[in-house]
C-alpha cells in the first residue's frame, strides 16, 4: 500500500472553521477558562453569551479549540462600539496561531464597527499585529475592603426598578454609547445595584455582582472621586466578599484611597481600541467597567 493511502492528514487548527456561540456552550467555555489556569466564571460566561456574541472553533476532539465574545453597543442594526473579551485558546493548542486565526475572524466580522478590548501583556503583541492600539491602562485591585477615615459626604441607596431610565441616560452619556441590553440585565445578575444622590438627582451608580470568591464592582459611573468613593463604600458594608474592581489609572485619587482601604493592585491590562483612537464618553465620569470584558 502506497504512502498516500496510509497517511491521514491532519487538518490546520487555524482551517477549522469558526462559528457563532450560544448560551448553550456555557459549559464548554467555562471549561476552556479552567483549562487556562483561570476561574470558570459561569455566572460572568451567562451574561456574555446572553448580551453579547460568541465565536469559538470546535476541537474535533470534544470541547472548544479557542472562544471569544463580542458585546455590541449602540444600535442593533449599525453598533458604534464592540468590545471584545474572554480571548483563550486551549492549552494543548497554544502557540499554533488559531487564536490569531479567530481574532482576524472577529475583526473582519465587526467590519467598520470600531473595537475595544482589555490586553494583558502576553496578548498585546498580537492585537497590535492586528491593528489594535494602546489608547490607556487599567489597573485591577483585590482585597477586603476596611472602612475608615472620613467618610465620604455622599448619600447612596439601593436603585429602585423607578430608577433605571435614569441609570440607562446617566451611562449612555457618560460611556459614550447606548447599552440598555446590557445595564438592563445588571439588577438580575448583580447582587447589589446601588445609586448616588445630590438633593435627589442621582450622580452616580454602581454595581457589585459575584465572581467566584469575590464581589467585583463595575460598573462604577460616577460625577467625581467622593462620589465613586461613597459607592464604592456602600457596596462594601454589604458584603463580607473580598472586592474586586479595574480602574483607569488616570483616576489616581481612588487607587490611592483603595489601597488606604485594604485592596492591593495584582494586576495591569492595557485598554486597546481599532478603529477609533480613544474610546468614546466621559472618562473623567467613567471610573470602572461593568467587566474588563464587556467594557
Wanted: charged share 25%.
Amino acid at each position: 500500500m502506497s504512502d498516500s493511502l496510509t497517511c491521514v492528514s491532519t487538518p490546520s487548527l487555524t482551517a477549522l472553521p469558526v462559528r457563532r456561540l450560544t448560551p448553550r456552550d456555557l459549559a464548554a467555555c467555562a471549561d476552556l477558562s479552567e483549562d487556562r489556569g483561570w476561574p470558570r466564571e459561569e455566572h460572568k460566561w451567562g451574561l456574555l453569551l446572553t448580551a453579547g456574541n460568541g465565536y469559538g472553533i470546535d476541537d474535533p476532539a470534544g470541547g472548544l479549540v479557542t472562544a471569544c465574545v463580542v458585546t455590541e453597543y449602540g444600535p442593533r442594526d449599525c453598533p458604534e462600539l464592540g468590545a471584545i473579551g474572554m480571548v483563550l485558546v486551549a492549552e494543548r493548542h497554544s502557540r499554533q496561531g488559531v487564536g490569531r486565526h479567530l481574532m482576524r475572524h472577529v475583526v473582519e466580522e465587526m467590519g467598520s464597527t470600531p473595537l475595544t478590548l482589555h490586553a494583558t501583556e502576553y496578548g498585546r503583541p498580537l492585537y497590535e499585529e492586528l491593528g489594535f492600539k494602546v489608547s490607556g491602562r487599567a489597573e485591577m485591585f483585590r482585597g477586603v475592603f476596611t472602612p475608615g477615615g472620613p467618610e465620604p459626604e455622599v448619600s447612596t441607596r439601593p436603585a429602585t426598578a423607578e430608577d433605571l431610565a435614569t441609570i440607562l441616560r446617566l451611562d449612555e452619556e457618560v460611556f459614550g454609547t447606548d447599552r440598555t441590553h446590557m445595564i438592563t440585565r445588571l439588577p438580575a445578575f448583580s447582587d447589589q445595584l446601588r445609586v448616588a444622590e445630590e438633593n435627589g438627582r442621582i450622580i452616580g451608580y454602581a454595581a457589585a455582582w459575584p465572581n467566584m470568591t469575590d464581589h467585583v464592582v463595575g460598573p462604577l459611573i460616577a460625577r467625581d472621586t467622593e462620589t465613586a468613593k461613597a459607592l464604592v463604600s456602600s457596596l462594601a458594608a454589604h458584603t463580607d466578599r473580598p472586592l474586586r474592581t479595574d480602574i483607569d489609572v488616570r483616576h489616581e485619587d481612588l487607587l490611592a484611597w483603595l489601597t488606604e482601604r485594604g485592596l492591593a493592585s495584582v494586576a495591569f491590562n492595557s485598554v486597546m481600541t481599532y478603529g477609533i483612537p480613544e474610546l468614546p464618553g466621559d472618562w473623567t465620569r467613567r471610573f470602572a467597567p461593568l467587566t474588563v470584558a464587556a467594557g
